[in-house]
């Protein structure tokens, strides 16, 4: 199966190093941009281009990781005069509608993860979720996936919206509590390693317990005297303030709506 | 050392089991509600009191793990008729100046992890902050952390406070993203299990890099075409549209900030 990559950020660069160590073939790197065209197609050692209108027409299979934004204008230039070949988007966000009318055999293959140019990822334990608009793309879809990933699962548009929806909070979200976490840090003069062992635990704590179980800390408690100090100590800085303020609101709302749900007590 | 623990949570919990596991000797506990006291004590096999008249006079230290809320409550009561005891606490926010005028040998001893009765934790990997009014209290103090981690800083009130408040956005708040995240998966029908490899790589990934450098996703990326649809796909759920809208403004103007820092054109 031969393989074109149109796209050269961060999902793809990851992606298409680990489709070369699974021994499949990448014929060609698209990017708008040439520079990341160029260093893509340098790592994975083959062609690319920054012209759509050159993009090859002997690819079996067609892997757009782009910007969901540019993925409609992409799209029809794409497909134009390649009949046979599948095409499928990495985005967790878009339906898989968006090929309706104007591919012939498409679907999804999102691997839901994190991915940045300068970290290498291990695809074995990534999940990935396809989906395809009929049975002939299923099966390669499922045989690549199953190529790169021990966790493939088949699933619907509207279940992988909802799913990287939550993935924005479970990721992007959680990455951005570390964030003020080391802005803070930074302007005590203390290292942001100190954190690593408390966000490894936490983020281990969620394979036993459910996060509403594992929740700790003074908004969980009802610590109006922590939260208040926190609060004053946060005047500086009124965005985190006000995350402060809402997230605690929410920690125990919820806190309070699952002791409801088992009868116990408040 | 002959020990007391005042207090059966689970701070005091794991705190205990893993001076037990490091060989100190644990006295008697104290806990106002009598399940709890009984329940750790058994744990710890040793003596338990749920009256603050009857604390041991015995110990050489006494570790107070209870809510910050009570501290002040107890501590008169605890000091009387001690003043050889040395006496520490463990809340990350309370200054050490709880104890001054109070007791003659006082210290703070923090363990920055986030304890739950049902998931035992290895203590060599946390990190432990103490804080003593005395040369002999602190010599002790450090014998004692050391017994149990391998990661000991000394460290002032005033950056305690800033670090327990970072703490709790690293910890409890991105634990609350999870939580989030655990709710819409329910609501869709889908494991919370999927998302286990995406939160270790998120918390994996900040050892490499900084937080703001491992940010992605869509605030990230800024695409007000996903951050719309997302938005809309939680109508359902306002406190959360809320929270998203909030913190994908927050990345946003970080990412600004950042690039504008390091002269990279926007």
Sequence with gaps: MKIALIGAGNLATQLGKALVRSGHEIIQVYS???????????????????SLRQVTSEADLYIVALKDTVLDEVIPDLV??????VFVHTAGSVPMTCWQGKARHYGVFYPMQTFSRARDVDFKAIPIFIE???????????YLAYSLSESVYE?????????????????????YMYAVCEQMLDEAGLPFEVMNPLIDETAAKVHQLLPHEAQTGPAMRYDINVIGKHLALLAGHPEWQ??????SKNIHHDQLRFKENKG???
């Design 264 to 266: 116990i007590g408040v």
């Design 242 to 247: 006000q995350l402060y303020e809402l997230i």
């Design 155 to 175: 699933l619907s548009s509207e279940q992988r919206r909802t799913l990287h929806l939550a993935a924005v909070f479970a990721c992007n979200f959680s990455n």
């Design 32 to 50: 708008r941009t040439e520079v990341s065209a160029q260093a893509l197609a340098a790592v994975l050692q083959t062609e690319w281009t920054v």
């Design 132 to 142: 395809a608009n009929n049975e002939v793309v299923k099966e390669r879809l499922k």
């Design 80 to 85: 134009q005069g390649r009949r046979e070949a």
